[in-house]
């Protein structure tokens, strides 16, 4: 039985087809169908009930590790056993059939590499680990979800005995500067720009795509909701990410 394949699909597998340099670059909206909420949603996002500022900023973890750890302990335990969906194992289809360079991510949930994508730039770093600033010195989630069980506050480095940050972006910290030279030098590149479930809302890494359609590549847009990027899109799909995506990989 044939299955009919909407025609913005098609276009986006065209537009893949032709492009010898594209890129991809995903936001919140990719995991949500893991299970993972975004941040913005009404009554569902991550931050509906809490401030921000006041939980997730450079500054409350100095000044406080141990509430800082109260709020990031549930989201950490509830991250450990997602699981990449479709649409991440679609992306990572594409690399391996040498349809996309790779994958620019604001995620931190490590979904795309537990799918298979190997080139892959995280913007704002990974739950994979938690670090301390005194020595260096690495921890994997795991043994850090197994401190936060045993016991109440921030997990501690092993050496130092001093808490533990994640290895993730905070607010009022900077990006990292080798993810960002990558990420910008890939998208100065790219002959196309594949941007899936982002609003492209949060600078720096919503300004890359018009890096790519300032140098002459093109920009398709694989997200529900507006962004500033619709007008210059040359296709925009707009309904479910998995199955958008399952019928790009369908067309092509």
Not at 26 to 51: C, H, K, M, Q, Y
Request: aromatic share 4%.
């Amino acid at each position: 039985m044939s299955v009919t394949i909407p025609a913005r699909a098609e276009r986006l597998a065209g537009l893949l087809r032709d492009a010898e340099r594209a890129v991809v670059l995903t936001g919140a909206g990719i995991s949500v169908p893991s299970g993972i909420p975004d941040f913005r949603t009404p009554r569902t996002g991550l931050w509906e009930n809490v401030n921000p500022m006041e939980v997730a900023h450079i500054d409350a973890w100095r000044r406080d590790p141990d509430r800082f750890w109260e709020f990031y302990a549930d989201r950490f335990a509830s991250l450990v056993d997602k699981r990449p969906n479709d649409a991440h194992l679609a992306l990572a289809e594409l690399e391996r059939r040498g349809l996309i360079r790779g994958v620019i991510t604001q995620n931190i949930d490590r979904l795309h590499r537990v799918a298979g994508t190997t080139r892959l730039i995280e913007m704002h770093g990974s739950i994979e680990h938690s670090v301390c600033l005194d020595c260096g010195g690495k921890v994997a989630l795991e043994r850090v979800i197994e401190q936060l069980r045993a016991h109440d506050g921030a997990p501690e480095c092993a050496c130092c005995f001093t808490p533990l940050k994640p290895d993730v972006v905070l607010f009022g910290e900077l990006l990292p500067e080798r993810a960002l030279s990558e990420a910008q030098a890939l998208a100065l590149d790219a002959d196309l720009m594949v941007c899936v479930g982002s609003s492209l809302e949060v600078y720096p890494v919503a300004g890359l795509p018009a890096i790519t359609h300032g140098a002459g590549g093109r920009i398709a847009l694989v997200t529900q909701g507006p962004t500033p990027y619709d007008r210059d899109a040359e296709v925009k799909l707009d309904g479910d990410v998995v199955e958008e995506l399952r019928a790009v990989l369908a067309a092509l």
